[in-house]
């Protein structure tokens, strides 16, 4: 089969690394990068240390407002599939890029497949949100991580094509874990003592654009009595500087450029906690059985709290301290996500 596959954000690198391993086994893949993502640190050194291919086509997208960005990667997708007309299109998780390429897809009645499927936050004021609903209303086939993806597809009336495959995730995890041991030197780097610092990430437009969610988490965090690595998304960097605030941070916490995975996954590992508001990192958190806070109202990976191991404090500086203080889950942390996410999709395909 001839497969294009789109990607363009950093959290979609990670996810199509060991899709693509998979799919190369059997089948023809074209790899298109949107470029949504295009700093050094947010996108070429995912694709060496992912050791995934260079892509066939990259757009150079880059920047711009919704409806922009989307707008660019529909027409410019449409382009690369009358071209190649391959006979699926494979899209991930959540991002502009995600609606953009299915769009592109479906408009052409090319075959849309959806890894992570079913995702719902609740919160359509968050533009992910918005993306998980569209795109999962026109693909053919629906990759659920969980089971409740599958409940959520079901109660909107979306039941043909859908498999629960477990999370393609853990297999970037399960695969990299131990290479970023052996290979990262970030404690090193950064002087940092196992089990004795948090992890801060921050990038959603609900904290970076609101100058007093900033200040709550920064305020919350510099009060935690640990020190904190802060790798900064240049989004918030932007914020934080407008704000007057990048001058003048707390002492103790580390701001530092965005992490490649392996560096990520070994800070992560040995964080005494860690403070995001990003999707994919509570996962990981969970998946390293390291507690996780997380600053936002709501999550679509409820498993992670229903299992104990996440909690939500939006950005509220009490609940924010509280929960670094005292939040400490010491329950078993179960294999909710599955294994084997990638061998599953491809063997799915083949058929
Ligand atoms: C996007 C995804 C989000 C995902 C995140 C992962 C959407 C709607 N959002 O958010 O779901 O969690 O990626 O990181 O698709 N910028 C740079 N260099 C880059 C990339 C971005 O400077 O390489 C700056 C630009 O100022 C840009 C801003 O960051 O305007 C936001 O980038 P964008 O790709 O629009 O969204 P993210 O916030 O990264």
């Not at 006979?87 to 991930?92: A, F, S």
């Not at 059985?289 to 936002?296: E, M, N, Q, S, Y």
Request: net charge negative; glycine share 6%.
């Amino acid at each position: 089969m001839k497969i294009v596959s789109i990607v363009g954000a950093r959290p979609q690198f990670i996810k199509c690394a060991p899709v693509s391993r998979e799919i190369r086994k059997n089948h023809s893949e074209i790899l298109v990068h949107t470029g949504q993502h295009y700093d050094t640190e947010m996108s070429d050194v995912f694709f060496e240390e992912l050791m995934i291919p260079h892509p066939d086509y990259h757009l150079g997208v880059g920047s711009g407002s919704h409806g922009k960005q989307t707008g660019d990667i529909l027409m410019r997708v449409e382009e690369i599939l009358l071209a190649e007309k391959p006979e699926l299109v494979i899209v991930y998780g959540d991002t502009n890029t995600t609606l953009g390429g299915a769009l592109a897809a479906a408009k052409l009645n090319i075959p849309v497949a959806h890894v992570e499927a079913g995702l719902r936050s609740f919160d359509r004021t968050m533009p992910e949100e918005i993306n998980r609903v569209l795109t999962d209303h026109i693909s053919n086939i629906l990759f659920c991580p969980t089971e409740n993806a599958v409940r959520i597809l079901e109660k909107e009336g979306i039941v043909s094509g859908v498999h629960l495959v477990g999370d393609v995730m853990v297999d970037a995890l399960e695969f990299n874990k131990e290479i970023a041991e052996e290979r990262s030197l970030i404690l090193e780097r950064l002087c940092l003592t196992p089990g004795q610092y948090l992890v801060l990430t921050v990038h959603r437009p609900a904290n970076t654009d609101s100058r007093q969610n900033m200040d709550s988490i920064l305020r919350a965090v510099a009060m935690a009595g640990l020190p904190v690595v802060f790798p900064v998304h240049p989004r918030t960097k932007k914020c934080l500087q407008e704000y007057g605030m990048w001058d003048r941070l707390p002492e103790n916490i580390q701001a530092i450029e965005p992490l490649g995975y392996l560096d990520m996954l070994k800070v992560m590992r040995h964080a005494a906690k860690i403070l995001t508001d990003s999707g994919g990192m509570q996962k990981e958190a969970y998946l390293l059985g390291v507690p996780c806070i997380t600053l936002r109202e709501n999550t679509e990976w409820v498993e992670t709290v229903k299992e104990g191991w996440n909690v939500l404090v939006g950005a509220n500086f009490d609940k924010i301290l509280n929960t670094i203080m005292c939040f400490n889950p010491d329950k078993k942390s179960n294999n909710i996500f599955g294994r084997f996410a990638a061998k599953k999709i491809v063997n799915i395909l083949d058929i």
